[in-house]
């Protein structure tokens, strides 16, 4: 974990104020999860906190508690701008480099109050004035909680807390599955469990409400997008905005897509490209050792895990495809 002054974080939150929590364009569970987790603590120590996304995030977290207070850059500019301008404190959730807010990175850096940083991925710039990051960490949630062990509040947890928290733990740790998941992640379930939280309401929630379209799209992508690259044991899905148009996307269809192949027994590495408006993204899943966070990073503007990055491309999905197949030779002693 980086270095981490307690006291002088004691002392920023021993009084009221405004503070602003915010996370990474496109925001997925840990994101959501951990933001909404701290506000409601914040709030318990008597803090004004208001939660703000760059943009919308999947409809399958929108039951999350405090959903419905969460305000979108995108949509909601100047309120947005307004609450960044009278914050007095803003903490900075899941993600390790001021670009990942998209839009709202500017006004956030040049907001005069004090940052914290709180992101459990590798290689964080040091932007923020204080910084909570441990890259062994299963997720951002995990690191909430923890901030509240250190800080002593561990009694403050609630019901809502820990549903938050553990929709953050369960979707950036694949259900436990991940490699970064540690005795201390499933600590953190077992307290969260003892809080009433219905655990397999909250599974139920993430991965069993689906829609027909969505559904649909997933059969499409695995039987008529999957190619494996035999030789390098290697897994891509392209898929088009046409492609998405077809299927009546909506934010977070996508979502999961790249781990299905990572079923098969040969593959080691799945990679999922998906045209979205202008934009062409990358994620990437690994087993073992492949990292993916190294390819992602040096080769399409990413970053992220040693088994889960994500990245951009500025190429069509086919030619995106055709630089992957081209790289896949340079990292052969990890995927064959």
């Known amino acids: 974990m980086a270095p981490f002054n307690i006291n002088e974080v004691k002392k920023l939150l021993s009084d009221s104020k405004e503070i602003v929590i915010t996370t990474h364009v496109s925001p997925d569970g840990d994101a959501i999860g951990s933001s909404l987790a701290l506000k409601f603590y914040l709030e318990k120590l008597g803090h004004e906190v208001q939660v703000i996304t760059p943009d919308e995030y ?3 977290l929108f039951w999350l508690p405090g959903h419905d207070e ?3 850059y995108d949509r909601q500019k100047e309120r947005c701008d307004e609450k960044i301008n009278n914050a007095e404190l803003i903490f900075c ?25 709180i992101d459990h991925h590798q290689n964080p710039e040091i932007w923020t004035d204080i910084m909570f990051s441990d890259s062994h960490a ?3 949630a995990e690191l909430v909680y923890k901030f509240i062990e250190y800080l002593g509040d561990e009694k403050m947890l609630d019901k809502k807390i820990g549903e938050c928290l553990y929709a953050g733990i369960v979707t950036d740790t694949g259900s436990f599955k991940f490699s970064t998941t540690s005795a201390y ?4 379930a077992y307290k969260i469990m003892e809080l009433h939280v219905d655990t397999s309401k909250i599974q139920n929630l993430i991965y069993d409400n689906t829609s027909e379209d969505r559904l649909r799209l997933l059969g499409y992508a695995l039987t008529e997008k999957l190619q494996i ?15 998405l148009l077809r299927f009546n996307f909506k934010k977070g269809d996508t979502e999961g897509i790249v781990n299905y192949p990572l079923s098969i027994d040969s593959v080691k590495m799945s990679v999922m490209v998906s045209q979205k408006g202008d934009d062409v993204r990358l994620s990437f899943r690994s087993k073992d050792l492949v990292p993916v966070h190294e390819i992602a990073r040096d080769h399409f503007g990413g970053g992220g895990h040693i088994n889960a990055a ?9 030619d995106t495809i055709k630089k992957i ?12």
């Open 58 to 60: 999947p409809s399958f």
């Open 70 to 72: 969460v305000l979108k």
């Open 93 to 117: 959730l899941d993600f390790n480099t001021p670009d990942r807010m998209a839009g709202l990175e500017s006004v956030i850096v040049s907001a005069s109050c004090k940052k914290i940083l």
């Open 138 to 140: 299963s997720s951002t």
């Open 185 to 188: 992640t499933h600590y953190i």
């Open 229 to 243: 690259f035999h030789e390098f044991h290697t897994a891509v899905i392209g898929l088009t905005n046409n492609e």
């Open 310 to 318: 994500g990245g951009i491309s500025f190429d069509s999905v086919e």
């Open 325 to 336: 197949a081209n790289l896949l030779p340079s990292y052969s002693k990890y995927l064959c």
